[in-house]
């Protein structure tokens, strides 16, 4: 197993490094034409299609300057160890955490939807166990598009800064946002009540739903 996982590792490095040469080429390019291939390049060596998938944990500046940063940063601890074992399950890629965001790529936009309510209530069932400062609460945007996956470290694209803003900027704690394009390519059925939006952030206008959890057993379509 830890053969597998070194391997993997391998391939992820040596995938980040090409990206990083062919990035750095770009840069240095000083005609359209070459810059023209090398982007054709970077697309067809990383990239593809799929759902991204950005949590993010409520009440972080709140808690941390109330209780400490020590102590959110034991909350960050938790609920990783949570997170990853749950995106796998619904064969999602955990790809990375930073501070308290954990990012994810799914093939599918059906698991990715799935992984957000069952991460959710797994938080609820486990906070039913802790004091209140010590519950955790993850607010989730997911979006579906074209975008540059980078080995099992990183991705780019407009999906990626989509679902980064529904679930850092928009979703509220235990709230899962779909982009309507997202819930296009999903055999999600939504609620003919559910509460459609549309928000503009930095210029950019993005179309979703919030789904709530009451739908995350009825929802899906086998």
């Known amino acids: 197993m830890a053969g597998n996982d070194e391997r993997a590792e391998d391939s992820s490095s040596v995938a980040h490094d090409e990206f990083v040469e062919l990035i750095a080429t770009l840069s240095a390019s000083p005609d359209a034409e070459t810059q023209g291939e090398i982007k054709k390049t970077i697309w067809e060596r990383f990239g593809t299609s799929g759902a991204t998938f950005i949590s993010d944990m409520a009440n972080f500046s709140s808690t941390s300057r109330s209780l400490g940063i020590c102590h959110f940063l034991k909350m960050i601890y938790r609920a990783r160890k949570i997170v ?6 619904n064969n ?18 059906g698991d990715a939807i799935r992984s957000s309510f069952d991460l959710n209530k797994e938080l609820f069932r486990i906070n039913q166990d802790h004091e209140v400062e010590e519950h955790i609460y993850l607010s989730v945007g997911i979006d579906y598009g074209d975008l540059l996956l980078i080995g099992d470290n990183e991705f780019f694209g407009d999906p990626v800064n989509t679902a980064s803003k529904l679930g ?55």
């Open 84 to 89: 990853a074992p749950v995106i796998s399950a």
């Open 168 to 222: 850092e900027d928009l979703a509220k704690k235990g709230e899962t946002l779909v982009t309507d394009r997202a819930l296009d390519r999903s055999t999600f059925d939504v609620d003919e009540n559910v509460e459609r939006m549309v928000a503009r952030i930095s210029n950019i206008e993005i179309s979703y739903v919030r789904i709530p959890m009451t739908q995350s057993t009825k929802g899906m379509i086998a």
């Open 92 to 109: 999602g890629t955990l790809l990375k955490c930073d501070a308290d965001n954990c990012y994810a790529y799914f093939p599918d936009v």
